[in-house]
């Protein structure tokens, strides 16, 4: 199962790099078009599509953390922070890109709703 897991994981991240990879270069491609096409699609695309990446992330990390100064984080949600936040300035730099705080408020929330989410499943599930 583990393995599985695994394997969901990294596809999911592959996908999302493939889609940063489309939007880099300019491409347009049927996802892009229909998230357009909703009302905030945008937004809901980068609140679920990090907020899902982080649960996974967890998932596979079997929700480990470490501790930075009083709070626990879980490596999963960090590693996923770290790579959104990364990903987002970096768009600054490239002139196909707009670098849009509201991106970054929409990854941050659908991380910390996600993180959430794993801190149940794993009191849920004693996982941690």
Known sequence: MYK???SITLS??????WAIYQANT???NPIFELVGSLPYGDKIGHFSLFGI????????????TFSLGRINLYYGTAIVSIFVLLEE???????TRTLDIMD???DSIGIT????????????????
């Open 4 to 6: 599985l897991t695994v």
């Open 12 to 17: 999911f991240l592959v996908f999302i790099i």
């Open 26 to 28: 300019g491409s347009s």
């Open 53 to 64: 990446l982080t649960l996974m992330f967890n998932l596979t990390s079997r929700f480990k």
């Open 89 to 95: 300035l970096s768009q600054g730099l490239i002139p």
């Open 104 to 106: 970054l408020a929409a």
């Open 113 to 128: 709703l996600f993180s959430l989410l794993s801190y149940v499943i794993a009191k849920r599930f004693k996982m941690n």
